[in-house]
């Protein structure tokens, strides 16, 4: 086959849709704004493979919760006041977007494609790649009987759709997990779900994306597309202009900075989050968690504990808001006891965008925009989750395979 692809963005859902599309048998170049040493969202998130977060992040409850955190510089939501009606129009569809019915229609294709998801990250491993896959189940740590109460609803619900779940009170979470002291009144634990490096797993893609013949243009930014009909015949980039057969966008948070010439809306938030990796800490956990209340992710990567969180919606804006990142050090102590502040002391935060779509599901599809894009992005905090999946998914778009799945709810015209 000698069809050209090109990719226009780096990221984890950039680099597995260049992987299955040149095992495929596309000739695949992929174009990345960054240098080849980039560290955005898909280096120094929390590293979790989740079928247990099958609730869409617009869902009952999460604007009233958001409004009240908002206005705490500490808390683990913010939206920065602006003037922007790209902001308004996002914050309206959300608002419609978070009721039961959509979770309840989202729930079950969320499911399907985060099992498929580690199914392929299991394939992955098997295959040769080294990265670090912990197959040990997740737990979801609550400070409170109540949040323990509401936890436990929402493992019912898992248990319905078939994601297994047991409810453990503080001894037997303990038992568990001996390697780290907690202070909890119980928690959820989630035994399908899984963690990796998503460093290693980075850097092993590419590996493989460059055994396979994948071109990489580093530092090529997209400044518009050029269209021959009802088809795109180049994109327009700081390099000159690239032409290809296919075009697939996974361009992240700046999706929407990457479609002059093309008619096509997807409306998207970057969601800043932050972590902190602690190299030698006090104590190591075995198994990843959550801080149900404190909203903080911790997982043990190559002997270390990263521990992040936050969702700041403040528009393309890398800038660290250190009251944010000291919300995430306030908690951590909070949950494990044997962790002070002090351990936090000469780490250097991590920030990265996490690209969200008003109803928290991402957009995978072929659009009306034109006859030859796929669009892949939009994946919030899902992105290493489901980048597999996507990645497949993609190349059948590509090959015109059809998927097994109704990704009806993902189309990216849907707005």
């Not at 990265?131 to 319905?160: I, Q, R, S, Y």
Request: with cysteine; charged share 20%; proline share 7%.
């Amino acid at each position: 086959m000698s069809t050209h692809v090109i990719i226009a963005g780096g990221g984890i859902i950039g680099l597995c849709s260049a992987l299955y599309a040149a095992e495929a048998g596309y000739q695949v170049t992929l174009v990345e704004r960054n240098p080849a040493t980039r560290d955005g969202c898909s280096f120094g998130n929390a590293g979790m493979i989740v079928p247990s977060h099958f609730v869409p992040l617009a869902a009952p409850g999460m604007v009233a919760l958001g409004l009240k955190w908002m206005w705490h510089p500490e808390s683990p939501f913010y939206i920065k006041p602006r003037l922007s009606p790209a902001l308004l129009s996002w914050a309206y569809r959300f608002w419609r977007a978070a009721t039961p019915g959509h979770v309840a229609r989202s729930a079950p294709l969320l499911r399907d494609l985060s099992l498929a998801s580690r199914a392929l990250y299991d394939d992955l491993a098997s295959s040769g790649m080294d990265f670090g896959l912990v197959k040990d189940g997740l737990l979801m740590l609550c400070k409170t009987p109540h949040g323990l109460d509401e936890e436990a609803a929402a493992a019912a619900k898992a248990v319905a759709l078939g994601i297994p779940a047991e409810v453990l009170d503080a001894k037997a979470t303990a038992a568990l997990d001996p390697g780290v002291t907690m202070d909890i009144a119980g928690s959820v634990y989630y035994p399908k779900d899984c963690h990796l490096s998503p460093g290693r797993f980075m850097a092993a893609v590419e590996a493989r994306c460059r055994s396979l013949g994948v071109n990489f243009l580093w530092e090529t930014t997209i400044s518009g597309w050029k269209m021959q009909g009802q088809k795109i015949a180049a994109v327009q980039t700081n390099a000159g202009e690239l032409a290809a057969n296919e075009f697939v966008l996974c361009g992240g948070s700046w999706t929407p900075e990457m479609l002059s010439g093309l008619k096509l809306r997807l409306p998207m938030q970057a969601g800043k989050g932050y972590s902190l990796t602690v190299p030698q800490p006090r104590q190591l956990s075995r198994i990843c968690a959550i801080f149900t209340e404190a909203r903080i992710a911790v997982t043990p990567i190559d002997g270390a504990m990263r521990f992040g969180g936050t969702m700041e919606i403040a528009g393309l804006n890398e800038d660290i808001t250190l009251r944010r990142v000291q919300g995430i050090i306030k908690a951590v102590p909070k949950y494990y006891p044997a962790f002070q502040p002090e351990d936090f002391a000469d780490i250097q935060p991590w920030r990265g965008l996490r690209p969200c779509s008003p109803d928290g599901l991402p957009y995978l599809g072929r659009t009306k925009a034109a006859d030859n894009l796929v669009i892949a992005t939009g994946h919030a905090m899902m992105g290493l989750s489901l980048a597999p999946i996507t990645g497949q998914i993609v190349s059948q778009f590509l090959t015109g395979e059809r998927p097994a799945y109704d990704l009806q709810l993902l189309e990216p015209d849907r707005f």
